[in-house]
């Protein structure tokens, strides 16, 4: 993916100034910046939400996951529930099942989501994007609730189920760039 001088305002304030950045097939990549300088809207402009004043997005691959930082799950749906909304046919239930419990979800897998904690709920949408087999896994402040532990054993697993995904995560802890294999930091 190989963005290019991409300029957004929002009512005549700009918000994204001219940025560029490029991350390769397979690549991972930590958004560093100030809050409010815009890294949730160019997760949003390379997702489709929003639509840049000028500049370019190119090869950009076309199966999109989106870890947003709010949940999004269907609250009234178990964990697998929610995943399967995803993946359809894609995966099997005792796969989905798998996923989850890799990242210690094994004794809240059938229960509504909404029962679940913060850090559980997470987990589920995180495995979610995961499930999905994407080439290109959007990141929005990911980690958020999730202890050191936690942290680490939900990033191992994104790393072990990419496959050739690019990783582009937003962040406000240098810790999570560790977790996430040591990736290259990209401030505005
Ligand atoms: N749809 C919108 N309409 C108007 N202003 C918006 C819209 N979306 C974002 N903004 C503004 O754009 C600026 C950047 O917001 P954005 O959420 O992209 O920042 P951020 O870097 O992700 O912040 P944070 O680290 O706090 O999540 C903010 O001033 C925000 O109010």
Do not use: W
């Amino acid at each position: 993916m190989k963005i290019q001088h991409l300029c957004k305002a929002f009512d005549g304030k700009m918000v994204l100034d001219h940025v560029s950045l490029t991350l390769e097939s397979g690549g991972t990549a930590c958004l560093m910046a100030p809050s409010g300088r815009g890294k949730t809207t160019l997760l949003r402009c390379i997702a489709g939400l929003e639509t840049p004043d000028s500049g370019q997005i190119t090869d950009l691959p076309e199966r999109i996951a989106y870890v947003f930082q709010e949940d999004r799950l269907c609250d009234g749906f178990s964990a697998v529930d929610n995943i399967r909304l995803v993946t359809g046919k894609a995966l099997g239930e005792g796969e989905i099942r798998r996923h989850l419990e890799e990242l210690g979800l094994a004794g809240s897998l059938d229960q509504p989501v909404r029962e679940l904690s913060g850090g559980m709920r997470r987990r589920v949408v995180i495995s979610r994007a995961v499930c999905f087999g994407a080439d290109l896994l959007l990141l929005d402040e990911p980690f958020k609730g999730l202890d050191d532990e936690a942290r680490q054993q939900t990033a191992d697993y994104i790393l072990r189920h990419r496959g050739a995904a690019a990783i582009l995560c937003v962040t406000h802890d240098r810790e999570d760039a560790a977790a996430l294999g040591g990736a290259d930091i990209v401030t505005f």
